[in-house]
């Protein structure tokens, strides 16, 4: 069956980097496109990027150049990586396969000063 | 980017009751509107596709229409499971955008 399992830190320090891996099973990251979506905690949810099933990225321009999309194929595994964070980068991140029927359970991480 | 109005923002209701919510869209998104339902301390789940479709699974009280810009969740006979928050995602146009959300809670 069809699954999505971010990995991260809990706590990253502030303007530190983040590093979330989304690794996948029951579907091949070559044939399905994999969205990253964050939300702070209490509020919405926002669409950060995407890895593309040919390997091309997309970024939401909101994250300027501190975002980062990338992927392992051959580990069924999706990167994002973020730089320089601030105190409202705390939120829950989750990965989500093309279509988003199917959703990580997401990783809470918190900046912390 | 296209914003995506979501009202209202919370939405007593008692059960059994018939609820809408809508997202009005700022520019043209065809039928490229998703709605979820978000449950605390859950994922999203996606209950609406195509602006009107069913996802699988998701119990027929719940349909979606458009009207225009306008695309609405509809829940008839609202039911205890149904609490919760809802968002409506447009996927017509890079960045996607959500909506604000509406918390459904009971009357």
Not at chain 1, 19 to 44: A, D, E, M
Not at chain 1, 61 to 74: H, N, P
Request: aromatic share 10%; hydrophobic share 30%; charged share 15%.
């Amino acid at each position: 069956q069809v699954q999505l399992k971010e990995t991260g830190p809990d706590l990253v320090q502030l303007t530190q980097t983040l590093s979330i891996t989304c690794t996948v099973s029951g579907f091949s990251l070559t044939t399905y496109n994999v969205h990253w979506v964050r939300q702070p905690p209490g509020k919405g949810l926002e669409w950060m990027g995407a890895m593309w099933n040919g390997g091309g990225t997309d970024y939401n321009s909101a994250f300027k150049s501190r975002l980062s999309i990338s992927r392992d194929t051959s580990k069924s595994q999706v990167f994002l990586k973020m730089n320089s964070l601030q105190t409202d980068d705390t939120a829950k991140y989750f990965c989500a396969r093309q279509g988003f029927a199917y959703w990580g359970q997401g990783t809470l991480v918190t900046v912390s000063s | 980017d296209i914003q995506m109005t979501q009202s209202p923002s919370s939405l007593p209701a008692s059960l059994g009751d018939r609820v809408t919510i809508t997202c009005r869209a700022s520019q043209d998104i065809g039928n490229y509107l998703r709605w979820f339902q978000q449950k605390p301390g859950k994922s999203p789940r996606l209950m609406i596709y195509g602006a009107t479709n069913l996802a699988a699974g998701v119990p027929s009280r719940f349909s979606g229409s458009r009207s225009g810009s306008d695309y609405s969740l509809t829940i008839n006979s609202l039911e205890s499971e149904d609490m919760a928050i809802y968002y409506c995602l447009q996927h017509n146009e890079y960045p996607l955008t959500f909506g604000s959300g509406t918390k459904l809670e009971i009357k």
